[in-house]
């Protein structure tokens, strides 16, 4: 649909004068209301995503960390699409939101292992999630490649019909590479630079309740 009310649009600006208002009914007309709404949904779904884990930490910096794997995701996606001259349309954008949880199960899995580390055995942030990538990367993969295999024969494209879901699988496997190779590399580096900013969050608040209580 979004080939055909492109086309149709090319040409009704070729053909009918500037002068006439045109406008999509029925379906067509669904279809076009519903593409502004999607970039919305996909910045709720994230958000709410970022509450969620931010109650379950109690803290709203590692579940930064958690989502900084998302942008690797979204631009191996679209660079996918691009790639087999796939447009973007309803269902490469539910695959994009579909990555959404997808891609954040690697962060959890390797922040969770790391801020155990830390809590039980003391370990510094660079040790605790370098020990988190070493043991949580058989796992990572094997949810990876499930949830890779499963996709894979949306986006081949085979069956009736098989051309409409097409989109959504190329956005998935396309993410999912792409994230997968980034992931294991951007997590643990954001994951330490965090901690290092928390660390000095807390070091200058401990300085002004210091100052504050030697005034008093």
């Given at each position: 649909?979004?080939?055909?009310?492109?086309?149709?649009?090319?040409?009704?600006?070729?053909?009918?004068?500037?002068?006439?208002?045109?406008?999509?009914?029925?379906a067509s007309e669904v279809f076009q209301s519903s593409l502004p709404?999607?970039?919305?949904?996909?910045?709720?779904?994230?958000?709410?995503?970022?509450?969620?884990?931010?109650?379950?930490?109690?803290?709203?910096?590692?579940?930064?960390?958690?989502l900084s794997g998302l942008p690797s995701a979204g631009f191996g996606?679209?660079?996918?699409?691009?790639?087999?001259?796939?447009?973007?349309?309803?269902?490469?954008?539910?695959?994009?939101?579909?990555?959404?949880?997808?891609?954040?199960?690697?962060?959890?899995?390797?922040?969770?292992?790391?801020?155990?580390?830390?809590?039980?055995?003391?370990?510094?942030?660079?040790?605790?999630?370098?020990?988190?990538?070493?043991?949580?990367?058989?796992?990572?993969?094997m949810t990876t490649m499930a949830a890779l295999m499963g996709t894979?024969?949306?986006?081949?494209?085979?069956?009736?019909?098989?051309?409409?879901?097409?989109?959504?699988?190329?956005?998935?496997?396309?993410?999912?590479?792409?994230?997968?190779?980034?992931?294991?590399?951007?997590?643990?580096?954001?994951?330490?630079?965090?901690?290092?900013?928390?660390?000095?969050?807390?070091?200058?608040?401990?300085?002004?309740?210091?100052?504050?209580?030697?005034?008093?």
């Amino acid at each position: 649909m979004g080939a055909a009310t492109q086309t149709i649009e090319e040409l009704v600006h070729k053909v009918i004068p500037a002068s006439i208002t045109t406008s999509f009914q029925g379906a067509s007309e669904v279809f076009q209301s519903s593409l502004p709404s999607l970039g919305l949904l996909l910045a709720v779904a994230i958000l709410v995503i970022y509450l969620i884990l931010g109650i379950l930490y109690e803290d709203f910096i590692h579940p930064l960390t958690i989502l900084s794997g998302l942008p690797s995701a979204g631009f191996g996606a679209l660079l996918t699409l691009l790639i087999f001259h796939v447009e973007l349309n309803v269902y490469s954008f539910i695959g994009i939101i579909l990555l959404v949880g997808i891609v954040k199960k690697n962060g959890i899995m390797m922040v969770d292992f790391a801020i155990e580390a830390q809590r039980n055995e003391g370990k510094s942030p660079f040790d605790a999630i370098y020990e988190a990538c070493l043991i949580r990367f058989r796992p990572i993969m094997m949810t990876t490649m499930a949830a890779l295999m499963g996709t894979l024969p949306i986006a081949l494209g085979y069956g009736a019909g098989s051309e409409s879901r097409r989109p959504l699988g190329i956005a998935v496997v396309g993410g999912l590479v792409f994230s997968q190779i980034l992931t294991l590399y951007l997590t643990p580096v954001f994951f330490t630079y965090m901690e290092a900013w928390r660390k000095k969050l807390t070091q200058v608040k401990f300085r002004r309740v210091s100052s504050l209580t030697g005034v008093r």
